[in-house]
């Protein structure tokens, strides 16, 4: 059954429109992945909307190809001009812009966009073997689970997010969570805070307040003053890159193994991947004090970290229908959009999809690595575009990325009223993905506390006799606990020892 | 004033606004519970409910560590401070700039005007307004993207625009 599946896969893949599709959407990925103030998250929620009409199979690989293209990309303007062109590749501009400046900006792009490429591969594996595993685990989950593990998500989200100040985390959260209320409620239809206006009782749509949080902030950013340095791509021979992959293929493993396990944990993105698989890296060297320095290592570890987050992020998803990143969030709304229930029950009710995702994640990551080798040199021009020119632009995509999903005016309104909500969460240092997250979860959490509640009659002890609540209510409370001051001091230097 | 003193000055005011909408939540969450007619665990006004009183409590903590840090009679007197340095910074303004543009395109242009004319005229000003480049460049910019959003998305793509 499961090789009826891969060739299936592989036919749709080999279907020209399908092929071209992924050509496209990989390169405008790498595309919105390069410009600093472009993020995955928009690039997908903006081809959500554009790919509503079209064929689902179509329509999930030009999202799978813009998520990985995306991811990637940003090593570009991270190496080239010290500005990660997404969060995802802060780490890698730590190293990166060094080894640009000493001439080998070619082999550094070189190694970033190959680690990129093995780090998926690396994903792709643990998604073939962990999804199923993950599915049988929560087919265990009953409401109470369920409610626990969408509060679990938000608190782990706001603590990993949010730096030095959990609660700022939380409080994100909670205001998503909050933003999921509104609208008739899941039970009982009543119309909550909706002030009797007909479009609010429909509810908050997802892609709006998406475009908003993520979009509207990096737009607005447009019009202050910044300069910037460009650094020229230099040549280089392959074969000296792949020696120096070779020799660093354990840190590739690491790396892409800590990055899957970052991506499964619900709503911490790419960034905290690469950081992490870089400072593993950085402890692991014997070189430490190069590091920083223009080290290949730190570029390969951080790459092979953020992009095996995709397939880590997109495991909870199709396990749990809970997303692992931002940008995965986006992505489980398009399923939902294209009529696929990913949750427990995918492995019973379409079981191809999980071999169809893994085979397009793969030819994703390959034409990646393909397109980055062949049109670096061009697609860096693309960096050199004024900002105050191309965010006008953008900012009109997002207007219709908001209005196509239901054809309302109104959703356009949402998302320049959650534009001003993510601008303000942006300038006060609150992080969007718990609010993000939070929006996300909220359904599942209202509905499954009072479905619990229902069942046991109102009373609490299920959640504390059930194994599986008692595991999350501890690890909820460890959340909380620790961030008490003297635990607090351990985080700061994993921070300060990765940077 | 410090980057962190500015911070902690925006937090306190944060932390109230945000304890406002809270006691709004839990105020309008204990309505909903009394006009819904059924038990507490059902009601639709208990998830409201917990997240008001949640985000009291985070509000409050918010509050209270913020103040501590800050010597009390001076807060007052360097709130008026802060307000005066965040209206002069020239960033501040080009901000504001942007966002009444964005707001006229998205509650005027698009609701009252076609589509590809809406998105013109705001393409248009937005870039001569900060100066992008010069202004016939900024023509030519504009009507190309209108033309290829256009393009794309109504005639390949069979997408409805606003």
Not at chain 1, 77 to 97: E, K, V
Not at chain 1, 400 to 411: E, L, P, S, T, Y
Not at chain 1, 456 to 485: A, D, E, H, W, Y
Request: net charge positive; charged share 10%; aromatic share 10%.
């Amino acid at each position: 059954m499961i090789s009826q599946y891969i060739i299936d896969a592989l036919q749709q893949l080999l279907i020209p429109i399908n092929f071209i599709t992924l050509l496209i959407s990989v390169f405008f990925g790498l595309l919105v992945g390069m410009l600093p103030g472009l993020t995955a998250t928009m690039a997908i929620a903006l081809l959500t909307g554009l790919t509503y009409r079209i064929a689902p199979d179509t329509a999930i690989l030009s999202l799978v190809g813009v998520y990985v293209g995306s991811i990637s990309g940003g090593c570009q303007s991270a190496i080239l001009l010290n500005i990660p062109g997404t969060p995802a590749s802060a780490a890698t501009a730590t190293d990166g812009f060094k080894i640009a400046k000493r001439g080998e900006g070619g082999l550094g792009i070189f190694l970033a966009t190959t680690s990129s490429f093995l780090g998926t591969v690396i994903s792709i594996f643990c998604i073939i073997l962990l999804t199923p595993l993950l599915t049988k685990f929560a087919l265990k989950f009953g409401s109470y689970e369920f409610f626990l593990l969408a509060l679990f998500g938000v608190v782990i989200c706001g603590n990993l997010t949010s730096g030095d100040d959990s609660l700022k985390g939380w409080i994100s959260g909670i205001l998503g969570l909050f933003i999921a209320q509104i609208g008739l409620d899941g039970l009982n239809s009543y119309p909550r805070f909706s002030f009797n206006n007909i479009e609010l009782m429909g509810g908050i749509t997802l892609i709006p307040v998406m475009i908003g949080l993520f979009g509207f902030p990096e737009v607005i950013n447009a019009f202050m003053k910044e300069e910037k340095q460009i650094l020229n791509i230099t040549k280089f021979k392959m074969t000296e890159g792949f020696k120096i992959i070779k020799k660093n293929i354990v840190t590739v493993i690491r790396s892409g193994l800590i990055g899957v396990m970052v991506g499964i944990i619900p709503g911490v993105g790419e960034d905290i991947g690469g950081w992490l698989s870089y400072w593993a890296a950085k402890t692991n060297s014997k070189a430490k004090e190069t590091f920083g320095q223009g080290n290949y290592e730190g570029v390969i570890a951080a790459e092979a970290g953020n992009n095996a987050c995709v397939g880590g992020a997109i495991i909870p998803i199709l396990s749990l229908a809970v997303p692992g990143s931002a940008p995965a969030a986006v992505l489980l709304a398009a399923f939902w959009l294209h009529g696929l229930r990913p949750g427990p029950l995918m492995m019973k009710e379409t079981p191809y999809f999980l071999y169809q995702l893994c085979i397009f994640l793969t030819a994703g990551a390959f034409m990646m690595w393909i397109l980055s080798q062949i049109i670096s040199k061009f697609t860096v021009r693309v960096l050199q575009i004024n900002k105050q020119i191309l965010m006008p632009v953008i900012f009109v995509l997002c207007t219709v990325g908001a209005f196509v999903i239901n054809n309302r005016i109104f959703d356009v309104y949402l998302m320049f009223i959650f534009g001003i909500v993510g601008l303000f969460l942006a300038k006060l240092n609150y992080p969007a993905a718990p609010f993000l997250l939070g929006v996300i979860l909220g359904p599942m959490a209202d509905t499954n506390l009072r479905r619990a509640l229902v069942l046991s009659k109102g009373s609490l002890k299920p959640f504390f006799t059930r194994p599986i609540s008692i595991f999350f209510i501890v690890l909820i409370m460890v959340l909380i606990l620790s961030q008490l001051n003297f635990v607090k001091g351990l985080k700061k230097e994993l921070v300060k020892g990765a940077k | 004033m410090k980057l962190k003193q500015k911070h902690q000055y925006l937090d306190i005011v944060t932390a109230v606004v945000l304890s406002a909408i809270s006691i709004y939540i839990i105020t309008e969450s204990c309505w909903i519970i009394k006009d819904s007619k059924v038990k507490l665990y059902t009601s639709p006004g208990l998830m409201p409910l917990i997240l008001g009183i949640f985000l009291l409590l985070c509000s409050l903590i918010l509050l209270k560590r913020n103040i501590e840090k800050l010597v009390l009679k001076k807060i007052l007197s360097n709130f008026k401070l802060l307000f005066e340095s965040f209206i002069r910074d020239s960033n501040t303004i080009n901000i504001l700039k942007g966002i009444i543009f964005l707001a006229i395109y998205v509650f005027l242009l698009v609701p009252n005007f076609r589509f590809w004319l809406a998105s013109l005229i705001f393409l248009i000003s937005i870039m001569s307004i900060f100066r992008a480049t010069s202004l016939v460049r900024i023509c030519i910019i504009s009507i190309l993207s209108v033309v290829s959003i256009n393009v794309l998305f109504q005639v390949i793509f069979h997408v409805p625009l606003p």
